[in-house]
């Protein structure tokens, strides 16, 4: 554009110019024309008479026939009117006689300059000429002619005679051509060069100026450029600036703030101030980053409390929060402001702690947190003990994507929940606790499947009055037949149940089926006395749990008292106290049988015991297991069944394999035995056949002599 415009104003500066040039010029020549006719004219007395134009230039010179001849002759009168004629003009006079024998018009005087002091040689215009032809045809000439070589600006003026003849030519010229176009030809040799030098400079100096202006504006741009990324730009410049570039700032500026409120917003858990799930995995990714490229390294530690939901269920879920605000300010002073600290779910807190390389290790911290956490929240509501676990991933070494590093923390995790009971409450990832996890999200899977397709079944262990031989009742026992992988054991996949929760959808389905089979049996006469079934504490803790237990009698039109619940100490140790009162006082309501199993294995507190309302001791197989050579087990033993029957309760001893246990039981007066001296657990099909085979007495209250492994054991 700017290349445009000067390349237009200098063409039009040169146009204007020659134009100029040459209008000077002509009005020049016409009248130096118009002089030298007139001095002609009064050099010879009126006798060459010249015809002016409009314009003022000659048309020609007329000549009285008679004298033509006469006056055309050279001479010093002619040559000293000729040089005053020069006198009055710039250029050169030349006066041309017409020589009808050469056909020229030959010099006759001229003021041509010769400055070598040679006179011009004879000088004429023949044909070829350009005024030649216009001379011949008694016309005026006026443009250019060849002279030495050169050009000049000439105006001819034809000599006529009075009969219309041409006699001759008085020509008058205003110089050299190419010095009349002197200026015009210096601009042209320097416009283009001129304009080139301009340009350059105007480029130069726009693009300088351009530069400095627009800085201010690219600055912001590139400003606005890191907001569009997600970038948080640490400070908007130009600000205090009260022009548009300003204001532009100023707008910059409410957008970093709004979005910063957003992210703020977007990856802050509103309950702790923590970071959340987002950023965690935000927070996770890039450290992976940062890690593969080997500068930095990192351990990952996943933490969470065991049994928060009983905080929440006693407390409600306000005082539960302010545990979790008041856990986060704790581990934020444990792990320092280098750490990214996020709760990712309810008690899930995830912490990446960077390796500064100063030997402060993540076991430390994970002792530090869980001894800081295993304090007491003091609440205006009590005291508050919650119990943290731990589990680390070290990063990059265990993991390469974020999914997996969480993953692997995770698992690291459950391990150290399931270790917990041992004291450790912190478990670094490995290789074979990975093996060992798959292998248990294996079984998960292939659980959900088994319980989908029904190839999960019952099976039912005998209880049997030792002292009579009389069948008591039958132990319902989940029973695992796997195509490929045999029985899989109860204490392979119950814990995984119970881990991953199918254990409820699994309890629901023995509930179901064993209250549908001791209907049956009752319908067919059998007498089996009870039918037990084992109670897992999340089946428990389930508000809705009596109400299904009352349902399933119902609708099986089984009454209540031919079930019995086998629950395990543990349902005490995540449930209070409380609770659990409740829902047994609930169960009791209904009539069913309340056993406690596995007594004297895990958490026993005798405390409560003659509060609760059991009916039923089940003494755990350890307590049995060689007391018959043990004398000390012996005693323990005794005292255990003592203890139960003071509190009116069924002692039954679970496990006995031998004769000599047996026989213990039947000394200590225990109400009854479940053991594989008597049988194991068989189907539902097989249980009468199997009872009768091992002379267990079905109808009679006495144990039939002869084929059976127990009464010969007996006898
Ligand atoms: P439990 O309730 O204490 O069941 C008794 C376990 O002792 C059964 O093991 C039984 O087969 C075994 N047993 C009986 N007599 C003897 C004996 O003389 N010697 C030895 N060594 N063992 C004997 P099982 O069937 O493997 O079940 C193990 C545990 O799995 C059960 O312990 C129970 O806690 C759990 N379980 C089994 N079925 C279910 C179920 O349907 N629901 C729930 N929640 N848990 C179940
Ligand atoms: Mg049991
Ligand atoms: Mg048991």
Redesign the pocket.
């Known amino acids: 554009m700017v290349f445009c415009s000067i390349g237009l104003i200098s063409g039009l500066a040169y146009l204007e110019l020659s134009r100029t040039t040459q209008e000077n010029a002509s009005t020049r020549l016409d009248r130096a024309a118009h002089t030298a006719a007139s001095i002609l004219r009064y050099g010879t007395n009126d006798r060459l008479l010249p015809e002016f134009a409009g314009s003022g230039a000659p048309i020609l010179i007329r000549v009285p026939g008679a004298t033509a001849g006469e006056l055309l002759e050279p001479g010093e009168k002619l040559d000293a009117l000729v040089e005053t004629i020069g006198k009055t003009n710039q250029g050169a006079v030349n006066l041309f006689k017409w020589s009808p024998r050469t056909g020229t018009f030959d010099s006759l005087a001229t003021t041509f300059p010769y400055p070598g002091g040679v006179p011009p040689s004879a000088y004429s215009i023949g044909e070829g000429h350009p005024a030649f032809a216009s001379l011949s045809a008694g016309q005026p000439f006026s443009g250019n002619v060849p002279v030495q070589g050169r050009f000049r600006l000439a105006y001819l003026t034809p000599i006529v005679t009075e009969g219309g003849k041409v006699a001759g030519a008085l020509a008058v010229d205003v110089g050299w051509v190419d010095d009349l176009a002197l200026a015009e030809n210096r601009l042209k040799t320097r416009i283009a060069p001129a304009a080139l030098i301009i340009l350059i400079a105007v480029i130069l100096i726009g693009g300088v100026v351009l530069r400095f202006e627009l800085r201010p504006l690219r600055r912001l741009a590139k400003v606005a450029d890191e907001l569009a990324a997600g970038l948080q730009p640490k400070r908007i410049p130009f600000t205090d600036r009260r022009d548009e570039i300003g204001d532009l700032a100023h707008g910059l500026e409410r957008v970093t703030d709004l979005q910063d409120k957003l992210h703020k917003l977007a990856y802050t858990d509103p309950v702790t101030t923590a970071g959340n799930r987002a950023r965690y995995f935000s927070d996770l990714s890039e450290a992976l980053r940062r890690a593969k490229s080997g500068s930095f390294s990192a351990s990952l530690i996943h933490l969470d409390f065991n049994g928060f939901a009983k905080v929440n269920d006693t407390f409600g879920q306000q005082v539960g929060n302010r545990v979790l605000l008041q856990a986060y300010v704790r581990l934020a002073n444990i792990f320092g402001p280098s750490a990214q600290i996020a709760r990712i779910s309810a008690d899930d807190f995830c912490i990446l702690l960077p390796f500064d390389g100063k030997g402060a290790i993540a076991e430390d911290y994970a002792v530090q947190a869980i001894d800081m956490l295993s304090v007491p929240f003091q609440m205006e509501e009590g005291e508050i003990h919650v119990e943290p676990s731990i589990g680390i991933a070290l990063l990059p070494q265990d993991a390469e994507d974020a999914e997996t590093a969480h993953r692997m923390a995770g698992l690291a995790l459950r391990a150290a929940k399931r270790s917990a009971g041992a004291g450790a409450r912190y478990e670094f990832f490995s290789p074979p606790l990975n093996d060992r996890v798959q292998s248990e999200m294996l079984t998960e899977t292939l659980l959900r499947a088994a319980l989908q397709t029904r190839q999960l079944v ?2 039912y ?1 005998p209880q049997v009055c030792p002292a009579d031989g009389r069948l008591i009742g039958l ?5 695992w037949p796997h195509e490929k992988r045999g029985d899989i ?3 392979e996949f ?1 814990p995984i ?2 881990k991953t929760g199918l ?1 409820l959808e ?2 629901g389905y ?1 509930l179901e089926t064993a209250c549908k089979q001791a209907a049956q049996w009752r319908q067919a006469g059998f007498e089996f006395g009870q039918v037990s ?4 504490p999340l ?1 428990f803790r389930q508000s809705s749990f009596a109400e299904t237990v009352r349902q399933t009698l119902k609708t099986y039109g089984l009454p209540a008292s031919y079930l019995c619940l ?1 629950v ?1 100490e543990n349902v005490f140790v995540d449930t209070r106290e409380q609770l659990v009162m409740d829902i047994l006082s609930q169960l009791q309501k209904i009539g069913v049988q309340l056993s406690l ?2 007594f004297g294995s895990g958490y026993s507190s005798l405390s409560y015991l003659h509060r609760l309302p059991f009916q039923e001791l ?1 003494i ?2 350890a307590f049995i ?1 060689g007391a018959d050579s043990h004398p000390q087990r012996e005693q323990l033993f005794e005292a255990i069944v003592r203890l139960g029957r003071s509190l009116g309760l069924r002692v039954i001893a ?4 031998t004769a000599g246990e047996f026989a213990l039981t039947v000394t200590h007066k225990c109400d009854g035995i ?4 008597c049988s ?2 068989v189907p539902a099909d097989r249980i009468q056949s199997q009872l009768q085979s091992f002379g267990v007495a079905l109808k009679s209250n006495t144990l039939a002599g002869g084929s059976s492994h127990s009464s010969k054991q007996r006898a």
């Open positions: 019952l099976h262990q132990e319902a026992l989940l029973r054991p109860p204490a119950i149940a119970e254990i699994l309890g023995v079934i084992n109670v897992s089946q086998e395990t199993d596995d089940k755990d197989r297991s679970e496990g006995a394999e479940q053991g594989y001296i194991p657990a």
